[in-house]
């Protein structure tokens, strides 16, 4: 199985995904590792990615999840997934679930501006805002709780 945490910059992906992963015993994996050096410099210098950046990015985590499927491994991924193209092209099968981690853009302001030695420039949340199309189909949970409480919700949600 694979569960992708997806939401804006600063949404609590990483943080999240850890403590889930380590709950569950599974694998965690962070989208971010899967940009081209010219993604992330780009984000660097706040510069918002549009869908050509992203397009080489969404098809190395495709081939990824495709990979992990074939395994015995349960994967937790980080990954902000904003729009419904490319959720759909993550979603391939019936062992990938979504959870949409979802904030306030003053909440997630806060943890920005309290946030160090991340490549992304927190300026860019306006355009991940902008970016974002919520998910309506999935499981939500708000991030304004504390980690444990949102990981036991997702455990719950998601019956893991």
Request: glycine share 6%; proline share 4%; hydrophobic share 45%.
């Given at each position: 199985?694979?569960?992708?945490l997806?939401?804006?910059?600063?949404?609590?992906?990483t943080?999240?995904?850890?403590?889930?992963?380590?709950?569950?015993?599974?694998?965690?994996v962070?989208?971010?590792?899967?940009?081209?050096?010219?993604?992330?410099?780009?984000?660097?210098?706040?510069?918002?990615?549009d869908?050509?950046?992203?397009?080489?990015?969404?098809?190395?985590?495709?081939?990824?999840?495709?990979?992990?499927?074939?395994?015995?491994?349960?994967?937790?991924?980080?990954?902000?997934?904003?729009?419904?193209?490319?959720?759909?092209?993550?979603?391939?099968?019936?062992?990938?679930?979504?959870?949409?981690?979802?904030?306030?853009?003053?909440?997630?302001?806060?943890?920005?501006?309290?946030?160090?030695?991340h490549?992304?420039?927190?300026?860019?949340?306006?355009?991940?805002?902008?970016?974002?199309?919520?998910?309506?189909?999935?499981?939500?949970?708000?991030?304004?709780?504390?980690?444990?409480?949102?990981?036991?919700?997702?455990?719950?949600?998601?019956?893991?």
């Amino acid at each position: 199985m694979v569960i992708i945490l997806m939401g804006v910059t600063g949404s609590g992906k990483t943080t999240i995904g850890l403590a889930l992963a380590e709950s569950l015993q599974w694998q965690f994996v962070d989208a971010d590792e899967f940009h081209s050096p010219a993604n992330v410099a780009k984000m660097r210098a706040g510069l918002p990615l549009d869908d050509a950046d992203r397009a080489p990015w969404l098809a190395a985590l495709h081939d990824a999840i495709a990979g992990w499927l074939e395994t015995p491994a349960n994967v937790v991924l980080a990954c902000s997934a904003l729009k419904q193209a490319y959720r759909r092209q993550l979603l391939m099968d019936s062992k990938v679930k979504l959870v949409y981690l979802r904030g306030s853009r003053n909440l997630i302001s806060k943890r920005l501006s309290q946030r160090h030695g991340h490549y992304m420039d927190p300026n860019l949340l306006a355009s991940q805002f902008a970016t974002l199309e919520e998910p309506h189909d999935t499981v939500v949970v708000d991030v304004e709780a504390n980690v444990p409480d949102i990981v036991a919700q997702v455990r719950k949600s998601l019956g893991v």
